[in-house]
């Protein structure tokens, strides 16, 4: 019998955070209040160390707390998009010009005419070193946004939030998950197609490659609609119970004034000039639009299996993602230069202390959230085994059939 030895640190940290199996599951709406937190903080800064910052919180929970499961993998897509996003910034300010004034220049363009009608856009000119400083901060604001939102899909389990859903909506969310797994199958269906054809010594690329792959691709496809569609109606998918015209009328009322006042106070947190009205018409919307959802559940006629639990670890998990975000609120609307370092002049931005002490309650889901393990934890990489070449000629006719 093998001991293997502990240190102190490591049993705090196993009795923080246990390891995963069915009963102690981590809800996925946990993550992704977490995950949106970080995006709300992130959104209303262009500090890029804070940023970074975020991300850097981001980036550990999801290492120290993703799965072997294929959507675990999503993170890294994320952060490359992220990268696009922020070269694609660069580049309209480049191409299209700054609203930022700016004095020291770094290139000149030619700079293409354009009518009266046009007047006050541009393309070419001068670029300063102040715009691109401008659309490198607001590039990496919305890179820091689209990565937060990727380590709630790397985290959360889409089948196991789809399960979660309230009973109004779950056929929306039913379409989403068969719209999101389109293209994963796509893919591996056209690399397995590839794979058979480089063994039949084929070509598998060019456009002789591409129109011979996608045929049998969009055949898979078909098919695979025309299995889940009957699946889903062996399985009495779209059943509904009926309900007075009162509370159909009652609950699209309630659901969609809550949607509006949720988009309308969340436009009021991100702006300025809203944050007064923003948290209240926030609040009105969310518990109107949860009533409408409520109301609306009564036309489920399914059940749960083995729902997922609310548990304390998701209310940490949740509450550190939603601390995150109104401690970073609060530090914008009290210090916005700190929050919004100005580029003219140029100045060097400094990390604020207060805002980056409430973006280290990130971290709290590496500490109380499961640890996966076994089967669910991801599988470190493995060197590529030697090719062995065996002998081109035959000796059997065993090897010759």
């Known amino acids: 019998m093998t001991h293997h030895g502990s240190s102190a640190p490591g049993r705090i940290g196993r009795r923080l955070a246990p390891e ?6 981590l809800h996925p709406g946990a993550w992704w209040v977490w995950a949106l937190g970080l995006g709300a903080a992130a959104s209303r800064t262009t500090n890029p160390l804070l940023i970074g910052l975020l991300i850097g919180v981001a980036g550990y929970v999801v290492a120290a707390r993703r799965t072997s499961a294929p959507w675990a993998t999503s993170y890294g897509a994320f952060v490359k998009l992220g990268l696009v996003v922020i070269g694609i910034r660069l580049v309209f300010a480049v191409v299209l010009g700054s609203p930022v004034p700016g004095t020291h220049t770094v290139v000149t363009l030619p700079e293409v005419p354009l009518p009266d009608w046009a007047r006050g856009v541009r393309i070419g000119g001068r670029v300063t070193a102040e715009g691109l400083l401008f659309a490198l901060y607001d590039g990496i604001r919305l890179a820091g946004l689209l990565i937060c939102v990727g380590a709630a899909n790397a985290l959360a389990s889409p089948s196991r939030l789809l399960k979660s859903l309230p009973g109004a909506l779950y ?15 796509l893919i591996a269906d056209v690399r397995r197609l590839r ?21 049998p691709v969009l055949e898979g496809a078909l098919e695979r609609s025309v299995a889940l569609a009957a699946a889903m109606d062996a399985r009495g998918f779209g059943r509904s119970a009926a309900v007075p015209r009162r509370v159909r009328v009652a609950t699209a009322v309630l659901t969609l004034g809550g949607l509006m006042g949720v988009c309308v106070g969340t436009y009021g947190l991100l702006t300025a000039e809203g944050a007064s009205y923003g948290l209240p018409v926030l609040a009105c919307g969310l518990l109107a639009a949860l009533a409408g959802l409520r109301l609306g559940g009564r036309r489920a006629v399914r059940t749960r299996y083995r729902p997922d639990r609310w548990g304390v670890r998701a209310w940490l998990v949740a509450g550190s993602g939603l601390a995150v975000a109104g401690l970073t609120v609060w530090a914008a609307a009290s210090d916005a ?20 002490a409430a973006a280290l309650i990130g971290l709290l889901p590496g500490l109380v959230a499961p640890v996966p393990t076994g089967e669910q934890a991801p599988a470190p990489p493995r060197a590529k085994p030697p090719v062995q070449l065996r002998n081109p000629s035959p000796t059997s006719p065993e090897e010759t059939s």
């Open 195 to 215: 794979a058979a054809r480089r063994l039949r010594g084929r070509p598998d690329r060019g456009m002789r490659g591409l129109l011979q792959v996608g045929l």
């Open 337 to 356: 230069a700190a929050l919004n370092p100005g580029v003219v002049p140029l100045v060097a931005p400094a990390l604020p202390l207060w805002p980056a």
């Open 20 to 25: 995963a199996h069915r009963s102690n599951a």
């Open 171 to 185: 056929e929306a969310g039913v379409a989403v998950v068969v719209a999101m797994t389109f293209a994963p199958n």
